[in-house]
């Protein structure tokens, strides 16, 4: 096998694997829309202020959860 086609592979590998952790963008948006507008965010931090987390990225992962239950 090729460089090339090795380099092919392993970048299908890495796509893959990105697509499987991620959230698609429409759920995403929608789950920050909740965040953003949840009395809980520290607007300042982007932060949650139950779990901590900064929601700009955790409303990104596919299997993320809001610890209120609101998404």
């Known amino acids: 096998m090729s460089f090339l086609n090795r380099l092919k592979e392993s970048a299908s590998k890495v796509v893959t694997a990105v697509t499987e952790v991620l959230a698609d963008e429409e759920t995403s948006a929608a789950r920050l829309k909740i965040c953003n507008n949840c ?31 609101k998404w």
């Open 39 to 69: 009395e809980e965010l520290n607007r300042r931090l982007r932060q949650c202020k139950i779990c901590l987390c900064f929601v700009d990225g955790k409303t990104k992962f596919q299997n993320s959860k809001c610890p209120e239950g």
